[in-house]
């Protein structure tokens, strides 16, 4: 019985010239002559093809992060950190995009939760002459790379909106290579600069917003060090909504008179599933990948992590926080984390089973993954400072493995088995995470505090101003975080493109 099915489309040249036709060949050695392919190289390397026929936002965006090396934070599959389209589902849900594609706005909101550095523009709020500059430079550089929302019916291609990443330019012909995701539909292909402009220059009739084009480029340092904001459960709606509009107000509506009654008004009422929100990171590894042996990456994440919770605990606001949750009164006993009475083997438990989930490439819930028993262990590798190792044995139906948890930690005394009685070990617990999170709320979130005494001191308290480096980029990072995800919650990501004014 016949199928009905379509392999791939003839290319319409002109204006596309195909990367591989002989005219295609002598452009590109033409601009590699010229010095303007080279981002071409590392976009080439993690060229990948949309896997759904809507995918094509999710397909680039994936692609550009790859090439970047910016570490996702998360497992793809097996031990792997890497960036798939189906890791991108912060701002809208994989089966909506399956459905019906995703806005340029959206793919914005996407690459800021990702992580990358993103610069967004839609052609009325920019030119072809900046356009091109912007291409250009690009092009002579491989630490950015071109994103591009167009409409494919002005190059006579069949279909409507497409992203695609830039992966090259030819001064000389002022033309530029598209590597299209859809390579089942058409390959890489050349196109005039003016008229890729013009595609771009179109009205997306879902949103009503002109397409446009973005810069992708890496952060100066990886987000994330110690805490982030998650938004895969569904809860994260309610939370976001309550942190930056229900505190606002309640705090206006409530005659505080000191830091406990501003915290007792700002944890009272949390969303139920709020501890699903923020969460400190974690590392972990198969036992058998590393021993006692940590590698330099290793140690340098976890140094870093354990400076920011060195100097999360330093603040003034720690200590308000601390002896609030220690408190008979507190009403915060509900929340998963309830300060550092958090109990670290417990802690691990739950993170070995969904760190054995990760390793076996699975992402449905843990509950079939029973941790048996865990270990607190602290040893010192090649005479550097102790490593708290939280180990775990996984059971999963009638198989087993062994699960280290890296944990960030600065000197204190904890009972430990394996390599000595004593270790370091101050870990992350309710009250920095609670303490990190208050910090990143933006500052007019207490604005409405009655007494001007008590609202200079809460200012005082939650000033990024004089914060350490680490702890600063960390605290800006997660406002940052929180303030792209009301946008979401909002439903702005279309109306608003630049990063957030943190």
């Given amino acids: 019985m016949a199928m009905a099915g379509l392999y791939r489309r003839v290319l319409p040249s002109p204006p596309a010239i195909d990367f591989a036709s002989s005219e295609g060949k002598q452009l590109f050695i033409e601009a590699i002559q010229s010095g303007t392919m080279e981002g071409f190289y590392k976009l080439i390397s993690y060229f990948q093809t949309q896997s759904e026929p809507a995918y094509c936002g999710l397909a680039t965006l994936s692609m550009v992060l790859n090439a970047l090396a910016i570490d996702p934070g998360r497992k793809w599959k097996g031990p792997w950190r890497w960036f798939d389209e189906t890791m991108l589902d912060c701002c809208e849900p994989l089966e909506k995009v399956k459905a019906d594609g995703i806005s340029f706005g959206k793919l914005v909101c996407l690459a800021h939760c990702a992580g990358a550095k993103v610069d967004a523009f839609r052609t009325n709020q920019s030119t ?223 993170v070995c089973c969904q760190g054995a989930e990760f390793l076996a490439g699975k992402y449905v819930s843990s509950n079939g993954f029973c941790c048996r028993e865990t270990c607190v262990k602290c040893f010192k590798a090649n005479g550097d400072k102790p490593i708290t190792v939280v ?43 609670l303490t990190a999170l208050l910090l990143a709320l933006p500052i007019d979130t207490w604005s409405g505090i009655k007494d001007e005494k008590l609202l200079q001191e809460m200012y005082r308290l939650v000033s990024t101003e004089n914060l350490p480096t680490l702890l600063q980029e960390e605290v800006l990072h997660l406002r940052g975080q929180l303030l792209v995800l009301k946008r979401c919650q909002d439903n702005k990501v279309d109306d608003e493109l630049a990063a957030p004014l943190l």
């Avoid at 960030?408 to 870990?427: D, I, L, Q, R």
Wanted: charged letters at 20%; one cysteine or more; glycine letters at 8%.
């Fill in 128 to 350: 072809i002459e900046e356009f091109r500059k912007y291409v250009m430079a690009c092009s002579t550089s491989d630490d950015c790379h071109v994103i591009s929302s167009y409409h494919r019916g002005t190059f006579k291609q069949t279909g409507t909106g497409h992203f695609s990443p830039i992966g090259g330019y030819h001064a000389g012909r002022d033309m530029a290579l598209i590597l299209d995701v859809a390579r089942f539909k058409y390959p890489p292909h050349w196109v005039p600069l003016p008229l890729l402009w013009e595609a771009m220059d179109n009205i997306d009739e879902t949103t009503g917003h002109r397409r446009g084009f973005m810069l992708i480029s890496r952060p100066q340092r990886a987000p994330a060090l110690l805490y982030t904001l998650s938004c895969k459960h569904e809860s994260w709606v309610s939370t976001a909504k309550y942190l930056m509009d229900d505190v606002p107000v309640l705090l206006r509506s409530d005659d505080v008179k000191d830091i406990d009654k501003v915290l007792n008004v700002v944890f009272t009422s949390l969303p139920s599933k709020f501890g699903e929100f923020i969460k400190w990171v974690a590392e972990v590894r198969r036992q058998e990948d590393g021993g006692q042996n940590l590698s330099q990456e290793e140690k340098g994440r976890l140094a870093f992590k354990a400076e920011v919770l060195n100097q999360v605990q330093e603040v003034g606001l720690f200590k308000h926080v601390t002896k609030y949750l220690s408190s008979p009164n507190s009403c915060c006993t509900k929340l998963p984390f309830s300060g550092h009475k958090d109990n670290l083997p417990d802690i691990a438990a739950s």
């Fill in 391 to 433: 180990s775990g044995t996984v059971v999963n139906g009638n198989s087993e493995q062994g699960v280290d948890v890296l944990v960030p930690s600065f000197p204190t005394k904890v009972g430990c088995c394996g390599s000595g009685s004593n270790c370091t070990g101050m870990h992350p617990a309710g009250d920095d995470v």
